[in-house]
């Protein structure tokens, strides 16, 4: 309604951007992340991603880009004109709640399913006080700890028509899920199923695992949560925590969340008042346009195994936490 909307606009003054000159202004990737799906019937339910998917606190903006790296058409009915879905057998793929990043009870989304929304401003001080803490069911859960919710995801459920190279970008807070290879069949049938029955005239099950590339923009300007967490450039140095994206950069020295916009590197080349590539200081200029690149070497080579190290220690107690807790 009107307050909402009020509500909206005032958000937008508080995040207004700094000036054009400041260099604060730029984009950098949080996180990239492979993904792939089997024919597994488990999928993560509609969610968002908590801070160990996108490493920023709740109040700073953010844009997925999703990548297909294999054909993933949109469900249709089998029998179809060789043109649409009949050379296809089922697929896992991905789906959209449109709206949900606006929806008036998203906020009763975020604590059922344990959002960055509902992280304490301190962060957690331990896998005991994360466990104990943390808000909802699970980040997956939501269509058994909020069927009504569920429902209201899935009535404005998106599917994409995608082929290999196809990139669907969307806010960071818009609710999304996988879709498994037996729904996918269930949909495409028409019918609802237990997802036991073959597939129509000899269609196999796919022998196969359907691979996505995710990356994960942020402004310069996000910040890292404080508190305990698996994040690799906070393991590396908790001083890092409760940081920008640019100061970790800068501090360190390493490319942990490299810019990728407005340019890709840490500096642009020196230019002539002109506005032309400056012989005279060609040397100095590739030396800059170079800045960022074998810091990137550097960073996968000798930093981050030790940091994931640390990551897998972390994650193995949180599970065992977990299974003890029951």
């Not at 859960?141 to 669907?168: C, F, H, W």
């Not at 691979?211 to 402004?219: C, K």
Request: net charge negative.
């Amino acid at each position: 309604g009107h307050e909402e909307r009020e509500a909206e606009r005032d958000d937008t003054d508080r995040d207004s951007p700094p000036p054009d000159d400041d260099d604060s202004i730029n984009l950098r990737i949080c996180r990239d992340i492979f993904l792939a799906k089997d024919d597994d019937k488990y999928a993560c339910g509609w969610h968002v991603d908590d801070t160990g998917f996108w490493p920023s606190v709740a109040s700073d903006p953010g844009v997925n880009a999703w990548v297909a790296l294999e054909d993933m058409p949109a469900p249709r009915y089998y029998g179809a004109d060789e043109d649409d879905v009949g050379g296809y057998g089922p697929v896992a793929t991905f789906a959209l709640s449109l709206g949900s990043h606006r929806a008036p009870w998203r906020h009763d989304a975020y604590r059922v399913t344990g959002s960055t929304h509902t992280v304490p401003s301190e962060g957690y001080h331990s896998a005991a006080d994360l466990i104990r803490r943390r808000s909802g069911s699970g980040t997956c859960n939501i269509q058994t700890s909020a069927p009504e919710l569920y429902e209201k995801l899935e009535r404005n459920k998106v599917i994409y028509d995608l082929r290999k190279g196809d990139v669907i970008f969307h806010h960071r807070w818009v609710f999304h899920r996988t879709v498994t290879v037996d729904e996918y069949e269930e949909m495409a049938r028409g019918v609802s199923t237990t997802g036991e029955k073959d597939i129509d005239e000899g269609r196999s099950r796919p022998q196969k695992i359907f691979p996505r590339y995710s990356i994960r923009y942020a402004p310069g300007t996000a910040v890292v949560p404080p508190g305990y967490g698996v994040e690799l450039s906070v393991l590396h140095d908790h001083d890092n925590a409760n940081r920008t994206l640019n100061e970790i950069v800068k501090r360190s020295g390493l490319p942990w969340y490299p810019k990728v916009w407005p340019h890709v590197l840490k500096r642009k080349p020196l230019r002539s008042s002109s506005g032309e590539s400056s012989n005279v200081n060609s040397a100095e200029s590739e030396e800059e346009e170079e800045e960022e690149i074998p810091g990137i070497t550097k960073l996968v080579h000798d930093i981050m195994p030790r940091a994931e190290k640390m990551q897998k220690e972390r994650k193995k107690e949180i599970q065992r936490l977990l299974s003890m807790r029951g």
